[in-house]
T-cell receptor, first 117, second 115 residues
Framework: DTGVSQNPRHKITKRGQNVTFRCDPI?????LYWYRQTLGQGPEFLTYFQNEAQLEKSRLLSDRFSAERPKGSFSTLEIQRTEQGDSAMYLC???????????????FGAGSRLTVL | AQTVTQSQPEMSVQEAETVTLSCTYD???????LFWYKQPPSRQMILVIRQEAYKQQNATENRFSVNFQKAAKSFSLKISDSQLGDAAMYFCAYGAQGGSEKLVFGKGTKLTVNP
């Protein structure tokens, strides 16, 4: 397994355009997360899937943001009508709970950097 | 809501020396998990070490160890024999035992290792 893969790695767009990011998690992981990270900050939770079900969404996820995970495999994060404030690194992570300890250990992808001009 | 605070925006250490990064958190839960993640420049975040709150023994992973003080809600990371490759942003994170599946991260500490 090559880990969590994210594409594209960098996207530059003009304000008002739509963008879509893709995440391919580790194949045996049933949990998938999207986080947003701005410069100088830690990652902020956006949303969480268990298999194909979106079970948790942050208030940060405005109605311009939508995430899907069809068939419980890869996931997409779409941002409609982008704004300059959307410029950030979008991180995807996947996990399974540790069978012994129960800890939820996330494995992150390299991220997709969005620049909105 | 749970919060994680890293009070040191930047730290520096000489190669081969020891450095400790601080982290405090706030929660009303008794069972939870704590993590330290490392994010090298322009590279992906990787797990350094984790601690289960129900364990009294501090976790260790080679040169990395933690000082977990549950009553004080403190979770510091000690890096021994620092190496140039340890230079990175370090994030402390909190994960619940039940309920929300998300991890809550601190703002990070930038570690510089001087040769």
């Amino acid at each position: 397994d090559t880990g969590v893969s994210q594409n594209p790695r960098h996207k530059i767009t003009k304000r008002g355009q739509n963008v879509t990011f893709r995440c391919d998690p580790i194949s045996e992981h049933n949990r998938l997360y999207w986080y947003r990270q701005t410069l100088g900050q830690g990652p902020e939770f956006l949303t969480y899937f268990q298999n194909e079900a979106q079970l948790e969404k942050s208030r940060l996820l405005s109605d311009r943001f939508s995430a899907e995970r069809p068939k419980g495999s890869f996931s997409t994060l779409e941002i409609q009508r982008t704004e300059q404030g959307d410029s950030a690194m979008y991180l995807c992570a996947s996990s399974n709970r540790d069978r012994v300890s129960g800890a939820n250990v996330l494995t992150f992808g390299a991220g997709s950097r969005l620049t909105v001009l | 809501a749970q919060t994680v605070t890293q009070s040191q925006p930047e730290m520096s250490v000489q190669e081969a020396e020891t450095v400790t990064l601080s982290c405090t958190y706030d929660t009303s839960e008794s069972d939870y998990y704590l993590f330290w993640y490392k994010q090298p420049p322009s590279r992906q975040m990787i797990l350094v070490i984790r601690q289960e709150a129900y364990k009294q023994q501090n976790a260790t992973e080679n040169r990395f160890s933690v000082n977990f003080q549950k009553a004080a809600k403190s979770f510091s990371l000690k890096i021994s024999d620092s190496q140039l490759g340890d230079a990175a942003m370090y994030f402390c994170a909190y994960g619940a035992q039940g309920g929300s599946e998300k991890l809550v991260f601190g703002k990070g500490t930038k570690l510089t290792v001087n040769p």
